[in-house]
């Protein structure tokens, strides 16, 4: 086994680090709803009442603390429907449900406000904003769509996107003869195998996410690269149409090796042919997600 491939497989199995504070957050000027708006405002039910206390004994969700957590629940709830659209978010009524500060929940709102999924207006407050005006293309709002209500809409339609984005990828990357980065996607094709004959899963799924990014990031185009984040979250999510991505088995593996192989030879035709393969749907959900043809 190469160094590269014992020093990621140990790296998978360590906890994630945490994030940095938040900073000055107190500045953020969000309007507390007025009185006549709380008549609609959300009953707090199925959250989790313990977040604050398991948050001061853990590092939190995910590695992010106390406001990480509280982004992770406010989200899910307002993706899955249970704050619908223009349900008011009083700060005060969310620190005291959550046993969280201010400060916290300030700095969490002002994270779903950029994500698209709320907005603060003086005199009126924050409240949840309609499916249209969401970032779809957030990878926290990606997962938490596809663990939601709309999972197989989710999973269907980033299937679908992968298909329009990583052929083409593959292809344009063929271009570009950069030998270290070649080597790198050699390299994550040899840790997926190591992964895959020891039955890590996650060291597998960290190499396979990283094999695409670097494959999208390679291909010359600024405007694909900036889509590399959307094919890292789809192959975190897990349970839906499957592909020979999510699938580790020796066939999916041989199909990484013809993609790198192809990228050595400049076989542009050859890379994305493979890359097809690769994400070729299996029968059992072909119906949810059906292969493009081949023309």
Not at 60 to 67: F, V
Not at 249 to 261: F, P
């Amino acid at each position: 086994m190469s160094t590269l491939a014992h020093t990621m497989m140990t790296a998978a199995r360590s906890a994630d680090s945490g994030l940095a504070g938040p900073g000055e957050l107190d500045r953020y000027p969000y309007a507390d709803a007025p009185a006549v708006d709380r008549v609609g405002a959300p009953v707090w039910e199925g959250v989790d009442p313990e977040l604050g206390r398991v948050g001061r004994r853990s590092a939190g969700n995910r590695g992010r603390g106390l406001h990480g957590q509280l982004v992770q629940q406010l989200g899910q709830m307002i993706v899955s429907g249970d704050l619908g659209a223009d349900r008011p978010l009083v700060p005060e009524e969310i620190g005291q449900r959550f046993e969280v500060s201010r400060t916290v929940v300030r700095e969490s709102l002002r994270v779903l406000e950029a994500k698209g999924l709320v907005s603060a207006r003086p005199n009126v407050g924050t409240r949840v904003r309609p499916v249209s005006d969401w970032n779809l293309l957030d990878p926290d709002i990606i997962e938490w769509r596809a663990f939601g209500p709309q999972r197989d809409d989710q999973r269907r339609e980033l299937s679908e996107l992968r298909w329009t984005i990583e052929p083409l990828a593959a292809r344009l990357a063929a271009g570009h003869g950069r030998e270290d980065i070649q080597q790198r996607l050699g390299d994550m094709v040899e840790i997926m195998g190591h992964a895959m004959a020891q039955g890590d899963a996650l060291t597998y799924s960290r190499a396979d996410a990283e094999f695409h990014t670097l494959l999208i990031q390679i291909a010359g185009n600024r405007m694909l690269e900036h889509l590399s984040g959307i094919v890292s979250a789809a192959l975190q999510v897990s349970g839906g149409p499957v592909t020979g991505c999510d699938r580790p088995n020796e066939v999916s593996l041989a199909h990484h090796g013809r993609i790198v192989d192809a990228l050595a030879a400049a076989d542009g035709m050859a890379a994305e042919t493979a890359m097809r393969q690769l994400l070729t749907v299996h029968p059992e959900v072909e119906r949810v997600v059906p292969a493009p043809r081949e023309h």
